[in-house]
């Protein structure tokens, strides 16, 4: 399918560039230390132990994310823009982040064609979904819409016939692009089934990725420019998150596309990971409401927020397990703001937090990034273009997610990474080692 498709030769080109490069890694400097693991991690969750490879994306305490080496806002104003658009097409972010190149607006173009002729939903696929109770959560039916659809799998089918290993990432990077080319309209199809009395709008073969996810969902613009700003800010985040993490892990036992980011997906639905968005919400909306719909003043919401943290709960949207300054795509996000709902009271709301609850929160003492996060202001956006079923802003993270981690997924094993397998440790073993003051090598 689609052998001369322009991404597919340039990544073909970069694979092949790469490969010697961790071939050497691995074979000549394979022994070299980089880091240590503490008792602490090994029970915290391997929290900063670095042992994840990924070359798509990094999270730097200070700076943010970086798509490829490139600032949020570089890569915003590097992309090609949809036309009456301020923000790129998503099928060039993904080219971006296969390839480190910008692509350019005739590879932009041949992209979003292609996404367009692989879009088709198999019918079985929301005859499936029809099935189930109506009360499932949307997590569930996204989920396994995904996996429904691994009966075609072209790398599950490949690698039964018998392939070579270096042939690996092309049948899923074909499995790729059917699948992201698919999940806006699954995903738009959910909505509208559990929360639009069931009533669906077709796909427009004409639209872009974003756009036409807006489209179906019912929503006017600038919704779509809310899509395509939601999907690329939420698409990627390191390898070492739960969805990226899931997916990458299932994915090394040589499990195709549909099966890996289907688990990955499910990695997202919990509440330490895909959830906060709402949380947020519902703490805004409960500010609101306690001030009979008015803005309180800066020191009413310092009582409020001394009120949660006294609590013993938290200032939910505020804190991150590795950023030590503002998000930067909260940043994005407000900007967005400023422009098209620059007066609508939650988001004006949302400003005075920012303003706040920084310098509670190093008053307070206890969280080490007191600034915002993605999460801060994402749900005011939904709730305002009328998306306001909490459930179902899971399933938009999840859209965007799916970008990074099967682009992550295509390169491990355009790479042959192994198979993941950590090598775990008794609390008798940890005990021991404790009282030795540290574990002997050798």
Same mark, same amino acid.
């Given at each position: 399918?689609?052998?001369?498709?322009?991404?597919?030769?340039?990544?073909?080109?970069?694979?092949?560039?790469?490969?010697?490069?961790?071939?050497?890694?691995?074979?000549?400097?394979?022994?070299?230390?980089?880091?240590?693991?503490?008792?602490?991690?090994?029970?915290?969750?391997?929290?900063?132990?670095?042992?994840?490879?990924?070359?798509?994306?990094?999270?730097?305490?200070?700076?943010?994310?970086?798509?490829?080496?490139?600032?949020?806002?570089?890569? #915003? +104003?590097?992309?090609?823009?949809?036309?009456?658009?301020?923000?790129? $097409?998503? *099928?060039?972010? %993904?080219?971006?982040? &296969?390839?480190?190149?910008?692509?350019?607006?005739?590879?932009?173009?041949?992209?979003?064609?292609?996404?367009?002729?692989?879009?088709?939903?198999?019918?079985?696929?929301?005859?499936?979904?029809?099935?189930?109770?109506?009360?499932?959560?949307?997590?569930?039916?996204?989920?396994?819409?995904?996996?429904?659809?691994?009966?075609?799998?072209? #790398? +599950?089918?490949?690698?039964?016939?018998?392939?070579?290993?270096?042939? $690996?990432? *092309?049948?899923? %990077?074909?499995?790729? &692009?059917?699948?992201?080319?698919?999940?806006?309209?699954?995903?738009?199809?959910?909505?509208?089934?559990?929360?639009?009395?069931?009533?669906?709008?077709?796909?427009?073969?004409?639209?872009?990725?974003?756009?036409?996810?807006?489209?179906?969902?019912?929503?006017?613009?600038?919704?779509?420019?809310?899509?395509?700003?939601?999907?690329?800010?939420?698409?990627?985040?390191?390898?070492?998150?739960?969805?990226?993490?899931?997916?990458?892990?299932?994915?090394?036992?040589?499990?195709?596309?549909?099966?890996?980011?289907?688990?990955?997906?499910?990695?997202?639905?919990?509440?330490?990971?895909?959830?906060?968005?709402?949380?947020?919400?519902?703490?805004?909306?409960?500010?609101?409401?306690?001030?009979?719909?008015?803005?309180?003043?800066?020191?009413?919401?310092?009582?409020?927020?001394?009120?949660?943290?006294?609590?013993?709960?938290?200032?939910?949207?505020?804190?991150?397990?590795?950023?030590?300054?503002?998000?930067?795509?909260?940043?994005?996000?407000?900007?967005?703001?400023?422009?098209?709902?620059?007066?609508?009271?939650?988001?004006?709301?949302?400003?005075?937090?920012?303003?706040?609850?920084?310098?509670?929160?190093?008053?307070?003492?206890?969280?080490?990034?007191?600034?915002?996060?993605?999460?801060?202001?994402?749900?005011?956006?939904?709730?305002?273009?009328?998306?306001?079923?909490?459930?179902?802003?899971?399933?938009?993270?999840?859209?965007?997610?799916?970008?990074?981690?099967?682009?992550?997924?295509?390169?491990?094993?355009?790479?042959?990474?192994?198979?993941?397998?950590?090598?775990?440790?008794?609390?008798?073993?940890?005990?021991?080692?404790?009282?030795?003051?540290?574990?002997?090598?050798?």
């Amino acid at each position: 399918m689609a052998e001369t498709l322009t991404l597919k030769k340039k990544l073909a080109e970069k694979i092949e560039a790469f490969r010697p490069r961790t071939t050497r890694l691995n074979k000549e400097f394979g022994n070299v230390v980089i880091d240590q693991v503490t008792i602490s991690q090994a029970i915290g969750g391997a929290r900063d132990v670095r042992c994840l490879v990924t070359d798509i994306s990094y999270l730097d305490p200070h700076e943010g994310i970086r798509f490829r080496g490139k600032t949020i806002p570089e890569t #915003f +104003a590097a992309l090609p823009k949809v036309p009456g658009s301020d923000y790129p $097409y998503v *099928e060039g972010f %993904f080219h971006f982040l &296969l390839t480190g190149d910008m692509p350019g607006k005739g590879e932009t173009e041949e992209l979003v064609h292609e996404f367009q002729n692989r879009s088709q939903v198999p019918q079985y696929v929301f005859d499936a979904l029809r099935t189930l109770p109506r009360d499932t959560h949307p997590m569930t039916l996204f989920s396994a819409a995904i996996m429904l659809m691994q009966r075609e799998s072209l #790398f +599950a089918q490949r690698y039964t016939e018998g392939m070579k290993k270096t042939e $690996y990432w *092309e049948p899923m %990077f074909e499995d790729s &692009l059917n699948i992201l080319a698919r999940l806006p309209q699954i995903a738009a199809y959910i909505y509208r089934m559990k929360y639009r009395s069931d009533t669906h709008i077709p796909p427009d073969p004409k639209l872009d990725f974003g756009g036409n996810f807006a489209h179906m969902m019912g929503i006017p613009h600038p919704y779509d420019d809310v899509a395509r700003m939601y999907f690329v800010l939420h698409s990627d985040h390191e390898s070492g998150n739960v969805s990226a993490h899931t997916t990458h892990l299932v994915a090394s036992a040589l499990s195709d596309p549909y099966y890996s980011l289907s688990a990955g997906m499910a990695g997202l639905a919990g509440p330490l990971h895909g959830l906060a968005n709402q949380e947020v919400l519902r703490w805004i909306q409960d500010v609101m409401k306690k001030m009979d719909g008015k803005l309180p003043s800066e020191e009413q919401l310092k009582k409020f927020l001394w009120d949660t943290l006294k609590s013993g709960q938290v200032v939910p949207g505020y804190g991150h397990a590795v950023l030590r300054k503002t998000d930067p795509r909260y940043i994005s996000q407000m900007e967005f703001c400023q422009k098209n709902l620059p007066d609508y009271p939650m988001f004006k709301l949302v400003n005075m937090i920012y303003k706040v609850a920084p310098g509670v929160l190093q008053e307070h003492g206890k969280a080490k990034n007191p600034w915002p996060n993605v999460d801060a202001q994402s749900g005011v956006i939904q709730w305002y273009y009328g998306v306001r079923e909490y459930d179902f802003y899971t399933v938009l993270f999840g859209v965007g997610r799916a970008l990074g981690v099967l682009a992550n997924i295509i390169w491990d094993r355009a790479l042959g990474y192994a198979l993941e397998r950590p090598k775990s440790v008794t609390t008798e073993m940890l005990e021991k080692w404790a009282s030795e003051g540290g574990r002997k090598l050798g």
